[in-house]
């Protein structure tokens, strides 16, 4: 039997055991209240997460992909952070996987007893032909999920990296995988319903490791996405708005350098920064591996 009580996830808040009784808006002062502890909770575990994003940098610089795997809400939320990569830094959408116990069709409808499989977390990942270019990041509240910890314990023995986020401390893949991301908010307003405050630090975790991979791969110039398809009207305008922002040009300019460059924002703002064609800024580029900092210092 699962000790659930051993789990911090698990107990019961004292700030909400009138929660039932409280007015709507007591619950929405007491909610916000608690969803600061999914912020604060993550102060801790700076040097963990750091950890963690040199091995999905290292692992995009060399080829490799970045595999989120979990269950339930850690699984969608996995899912989430890796379809938003590619129209937000113009990556193939197998650069950033996210596998979810049960299939896809559990993102919308869970798939009962899928999670408590050792075995389908290494048929998953066998799935999509995992090799030891690949990091794998176990998500997990508990932190004893057997679906992850199959997927996490056969991903080292194919020779990858292998990371993981939990919402409870000393937990089973924090026992077999010493790159854990440990972010604890404590217990639930709701008493163990992790799409909370569990949930929500777990986003904001997933937030920092895709997008600043994303920046150690040239994909960010300042804080702009320079990578960014637009393949529609409000991304076209953000591309022009960048190239502007950035340049300091006009809007007409921009428009014009978006055009000579097939849609490139990157090979526009370089065209515009160093005064040179599109062919030029192109292959200045591949020679600096995509970054424009390095172009221009």
């Known amino acids: ?32 209240q608690e969803d600061f502890k999914a912020v604060k909770c993550i102060e801790s575990q700076y040097e963990n997460i750091t950890k963690v994003i040199e091995l999905t940098s290292y692992s995009l ?14 699984g969608r939320l996995g899912l989430i ?7 937000t830094f113009g990556v193939d959408y197998n ?22 499989s050792l075995e389908i977390g290494k048929n998953d990942l066998d799935k999509i032909n995992l090799t030891n270019k690949d990091v794998v990041i176990g998500i997990a509240s508990s932190g004893r ?18 990371g993981a986020i939990v919402c409870n401390y000393n937990s089973k893949i924090k026992a077999i995988c010493e790159n854990t991301i440990e972010i604890v908010p404590g217990p639930e307003v709701l008493t163990g319903s992790t799409r909370l405050k569990a949930g929500t630090a ?43 922002a950035v340049t300091d040009c006009s809007e007409e300019l921009a428009k ?16 515009i920064l160093l005064d040179c064609n599109h062919q030029s800024a192109k292959s200045q580029l591949e020679k600096a591996n995509g970054y424009v900092d390095r172009l221009l210092h």
């Open 1 to 32: 039997m699962i000790n659930l009580g051993e789990m911090t996830t698990e107990t019961v808040n004292e700030n909400s055991k009138n929660l039932s009784s409280m007015s709507d808006l007591e619950a929405v002062r007491l909610f916000n």
């Open 61 to 74: 610089s060399n080829g490799g992909r970045i595999i989120y795997m979990g269950a339930g809400t850690s």
């Open 145 to 162: 999920t057997p679906y992850v910890i199959g997927g996490l314990n056969y991903a080292k023995g194919k020779g990858c990296n292998i």
């Open 202 to 244: 777990t986003k904001l975790v997933l937030n920092m490791i895709s997008t600043i991979s994303m920046i150690n791969q040239g994909k960010v110039f300042k804080n702009y996405m320079v990578d960014v398809k637009m393949n529609n009207e409000k991304l076209i305008q953000r591309g022009i708005n960048i190239i502007c």
């Open 81 to 87: 952070d890796a379809v938003e990569c590619p129209p």
């Open 256 to 271: 014009d350098k978006l055009i000579e460059s097939n849609n490139s924002v990157k090979e526009a703002i370089v065209m």
């Open 95 to 116: 650069t950033v996987v996210g596998l979810i116990a049960g299939g896809e069709n559990a993102f919308i409808k869970a798939k009962e007893g899928a999670e408590d």
